[in-house]
């Protein structure tokens, strides 16, 4: 990863997802943003994220795809209708929701054949405001370079993150947890 910042697409802004997005804000990040309920979009708009019309647009112009979404069927809904066919192999996508492990291979797996995109799935521990304070923990599972990347572009956001292996590992983690 070179010295400049990376821009940074969030899908989900909801109990979670706000604060993150306004923590990586005030670390100096680019952040564009979707939500399915536009109308929570404000507070983070006017903090200097940039809202998109569509999902594809995000990933288009994003470097790093976010995701924080409710469960494993809207995470998986989002990889099938819009980041399969917008993604390309110099971005990666770090899951921060909590949803199924071998789901999480599976449209990790995907993802990668389709458009060569990596994965980082990211569970966080430690609720809204864990959230807010930016003392997250985060039990993430992928490779060591992706997770070092994780590491930087996720450092506003937690007081530990703990690389526990292989895609997946971080979601078995996080439901032992």
């Known amino acids: 990863m070179s010295d400049t910042k990376p821009t940074l697409g969030f899908i989900g ?15 100096g990040f680019s952040v564009n943003i979707w939500n399915r309920s536009p109308e929570k979009l404000s507070q ?17 112009a994003s470097n790093i795809i976010l995701l924080c979404l409710a469960d494993t069927m809207a995470v ?29 291979r599976q449209l990790a797996s995907m993802l990668y054949e389709k458009c060569g995109m990596d994965w980082v799935d990211a569970p966080v521990s430690g609720g809204i405001a864990g959230a807010e304070q930016g003392s997250l923990a985060i039990m993430a599972g992928g490779s060591i370079e992706n997770i070092n990347v994780a590491r930087t572009v996720l450092a506003p956001l937690y007081k530990q993150l703990t690389h526990m292996g292989d895609v997946g590992s971080g979601q078995v983690t996080k439901i032992c947890n």
């Open 76 to 104: 998986e809904s989002v990889i099938r209708k819009d980041i399969l066919e917008n993604g390309s192999a110099c971005q990666l996508l770090i899951d921060l929701s909590s949803i199924h492990p071998e789901n999480t």
């Open 44 to 60: 983070v708009t006017d903090a200097g994220a940039k809202a998109c019309k569509t999902i594809a647009d995000l990933v288009k």
């Open 13 to 27: 802004i909801g109990l979670m997802g706000k604060p993150m997005t306004l923590r990586l804000l005030n670390a």
